[in-house]
């Protein structure tokens, strides 16, 4: 059973999850959809999925399916415990509810995100909305986090391309300082920060990587690692699950277009991505901006990052941009 905890030190909160200690450990490889639980015709090794889309982007409940959504088998939060007031003591604890959902990204054991049609990339970001608008809907949650764990290092423990959804009665600490220090900047500034950024950096180009007519792709300013980059609608929205469908086509082949990038140049590195997005319980808002973070893993986290949580980069973020701008496959 789960619990989270806050450290009154740091304000950060911890998931302590001793269940997923009896997950798989490592990377599990699996040489063909032998044994691989995410391959079709294994979807009994599954818990029973809660959506499956048809190529044709309709809710299936049985057949042939391009992407699939199921709980995840060793979850770091549950969503069949009751709600329990939390303690406010020195020690703030909160039940570890929520939910811990895997999409499927598509039938293809062996291919992966940037190499998937532009259509079925869509249907993989669709999932992603919809998951998020059906749990913001439940009374429990405050916020659902979508990310990819790519290569063991990036921490995957199965090797069919697949992305996360958790979505958790506490919003993020991360998400919660860029809320804090978007809505501070609002009310000095009367506008979103986002906002002023990509003017800015648009207007400087030097860590534009790419842009479209809704999309802005940079190197963001102050970057913690190499080769970090961001996905950055040009429209103000603060959720991503308010995006519309064109949207959605439009991030897909961004983010596709990044991770083909970021193969060319670094050899098809392990990465993370994640999407930051208001919490459930706001409407729009005028301060926050939602957007996707792409991490290449070329790094280990040392100890001067441990102890500062601030990074060190050895890769400036404009020369980033530089390279990853010229970085193409060659077709
Ligand atoms: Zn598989
Ligand atoms: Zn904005
Ligand atoms: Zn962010």
Redesign the pocket.
């Known amino acids: 059973m789960s619990e989270f905890r806050r450290d009154p030190l740091s304000d950060h909160w911890v998931i302590i999850a001793p269940d997923r200690e009896s997950r798989p450990r490592g990377s599990v490889r699996h040489p063909s959809a032998d044994g691989c639980p995410f391959c079709p015709g294994h979807e009994a090794d599954t818990p029973p999925q809660v959506a499956a889309y048809a190529a044709d982007g309709r809710l299936i409940t049985r057949g042939r399916w391009q992407v699939r959504v199921v709980p995840n088998k060793y979850p770091a939060v549950q969503d069949t415990l009751p709600a329990r007031a939390a303690t406010r003591d020195f020690f703030e604890t909160r039940h570890g509810i929520g939910v811990h959902e895997v999409i499927i990204d598509c039938p293809d054991h062996w291919a992966s995100l940037r190499q998937l049609s532009a259509h079925q990339a869509a249907l993989v970001f669709r999932a992603y909305r919809d998951r998020l608008v059906h749990w913001r809907e439940d009374p429990r949650l405050a916020y659902g986090q979508i990310f990819k764990n790519s290569g063991p290092g990036a921490g995957a423990t199965l090797d069919h391309p697949h992305s996360q959804l958790i979505a958790t009665p506490v919003v993020p600490t991360?998400?919660t300082s860029?809320l804090v220090l978007s809505r501070r900047f609002f009310r000095r500034q009367g506008r979103c920060a986002f906002c002023v950024m990509l003017e800015r950096e648009l207007a400087a180009g030097i860590r534009v990587v790419a842009e479209t007519d809704q999309f802005v792709v940079i190197c963001p300013f102050a970057s913690q690692f190499a080769y970090e980059t961001?996905i950055v609608p040009k429209r103000h929205g603060s959720h991503f699950e308010f995006a519309e469908d064109g949207q959605i086509e439009g991030l897909a082949v961004q983010t596709q277009n990044v991770l083909r990038r970021l193969e060319c140049l670094l050899n098809d590195p392990e990465f993370n991505y994640l999407i930051?997005t208001a919490p459930f319980r706001s409407q729009q808002l005028p301060h926050y901006h939602w957007?996707l973070?792409v991490f290449p893993r070329l790094a280990h986290i040392a100890g001067f990052e441990w102890s500062a949580g601030d990074y060190i980069n050895s890769v400036a973020p404009e020369q980033a941009a530089e390279q990853l701008r010229n970085a193409w496959p060659a077709t």
């Open positions: 991360q998400v860029e961001w930051h957007h973070e």
